[in-house]
């Protein structure tokens, strides 16, 4: 288990170098790409000196594994680890804008590693989505919990009383967001945009709750890099390639969601980034 602990070690150090360097949000993107990638690619040297056409067995606390398998267990261990690091560090801790952006890209980055570990032995892939399934309930219940803003007041509370719904604000944010569950606006915005309160009532005249068929298409969406990282052959290319196909998605997800929905706002597609996993 040498990989795992020294690609957690090496993994937590880049992301908190990053997170000082660029903020709490892109310490979590940081945390959550290096541990399982560093891990990954530790525990390949090893494998490749083991290959000489013979079976060779490591012997571990949890027992005996070939090194093929020993390179996915470790590598799915380092997801487990990112996603307990990610959510330590990140209660209460992002401003909208981080909220709003980094929870899609993190979901992506979390399913193609994921599909890394699946590589060498592909019952992997199940694991992760029974690991998927209990992050979106764990996240169904507390959505906002890496959020650091506070109710709003005025008009916009007024306005999502209605709805029943929440409304949070914070100081410095630019973005406006309606979720399922809430109306987020960035204070920086609801201070220097005179037609603010206009946006918010279109987006909540466009409100829409998707159905559960709708629901679980977006998630089978999101977990897809998954499967197609798992597909790659293993080795160091697998590695670029997991994190092209994470960005890949991540990137072009709100125009596959718009068209699906037919609509001519994005309001369904913030709905349900909004909707994913918060860690």
């Known amino acids: 288990m040498v990989g795992v602990i020294l690609g957690t070690i090496f993994g937590i150090i880049f992301a908190l ?7 709490r949000g892109e310490e979590l993107i940081a945390a959550v790409l290096a541990i399982p990638l560093f891990t990954y690619a530790i525990s390949l040297p090893v494998l490749d000196i083991s290959i000489q056409d013979t079976e060779v067995v490591a012997s ?3 027992g005996d594994f070939s090194f093929e398998s ?10 487990i680890i990112a996603i307990f690091y990610a959510e330590i560090r990140s209660k209460q801790a992002l401003s909208i804008d981080e909220f709003i952006s980094i929870s899609p890209l993190i979901w992506t980055l979390l399913a193609s590693e994921i599909g890394l570990s699946a590589g060498f032995e592909k019952t992997m ?6 690991l998927s399934l209990i992050l979106i309930r764990l996240s169904e219940r507390n959505p906002f919990k890496s959020l650091n803003a506070k109710p709003c007041t005025g008009a916009f509370s007024e306005l999502v009383e209605a709805l029943g719904i929440k409304c949070f604000t914070d100081e410095e944010s630019l973005m ?12 920086k915005t609801a201070r220097e945009f005179p037609k603010l309160n206009e946006l918010v009532y279109c987006l909540v005249r466009s409100k829409r709750t998707p159905n559960r068929i709708e629901k679980t298409m977006n998630y089978l969406l999101l977990f897809s890099p998954a499967v197609l990282v798992a597909l790659v052959k293993p080795g160091p290319m697998a590695m670029f ?3 092209a196909i994470a960005y890949s998605i991540y990137v072009i997800l709100p125009s596959i969601l718009s068209e699906k929905a037919g609509r001519t706002d994005l309001t369904s597609v913030k709905k349900f980034l909004m909707s994913i996993p918060n860690l």
């Open 176 to 187: 406006v967001a309606l979720t399922e569950k809430a109306l987020l606006v960035g204070g």
């Open 70 to 79: 020993l390179v996915s267990i470790q590598t799915f261990l380092a997801v």
């Open 17 to 23: 170098l990053i997170g000082k360097w660029k903020g």
């Open 60 to 62: 571990t606390f949890l």
């Open 241 to 243: 390639l997991a994190v």
């Open 125 to 130: 892939l199940i694991l992760g989505a029974i």
